[in-house]
Nanobody, 124 residues
Framework: QLQASGGGLVQPGGSLRLSCAAS????????IAWFRQAPGKEREGIAY??????YYAGSVKGRFTISRDKAQNTAYLQMNSVKPDDTAVYYC?????????????????????WGQGTQVTVSS
């Protein structure tokens, strides 16, 4: 099970850190991704972290950083220099097994476990 938290209202240019607490992933390899869905748009993958690979969507690269603390079974998404276009519901997703390749990490069907979503609103 995944529990996403940390969303809220933030001003343009500000920062926010989202957390994704994972339960039941105490053994074996698993990979985490963050997706988001803006109003009227499809859900899109924005960041991924695996055992040896990290990927970002072009729209967030250089501004967002994904990380995880395996001991705490928690993943994070540090969001800096946020923009109004970052307004969305953010979801964390997880899968067990090997690292995904570049062409696969944004495919929702790769992830068996999803959190409930946390709202991020960027507005002045």
């Amino acid at each position: 099970q995944l529990q996403a938290s940390g969303g809220g209202l933030v001003q343009p240019g500000g920062s926010l850190r989202l957390s994704c607490a994972a339960s039941g992933f105490t053994s074996g390899s698993y990979n985490i991704a963050w997706f988001r869905q803006a109003p009227g748009k499809e859900r899109e993958g924005i960041a991924y972290i695996g055992d040896s690979r990290t990927y970002y969507a072009g729209s967030v690269k250089g501004r967002f950083t994904i990380s995880r603390d395996k001991a705490q079974n928690t993943a994070y998404l540090q969001m800096n220099s946020v923009k109004p276009d970052d307004t969305a519901v953010y979801y964390c997703a997880a899968r067990r097994g090997f690292d995904l390749i570049l062409s696969a990490w944004r495919q929702e069907e790769q992830y068996a476990y999803w959190g409930q979503g946390t709202q991020v609103t960027v507005s002045s």
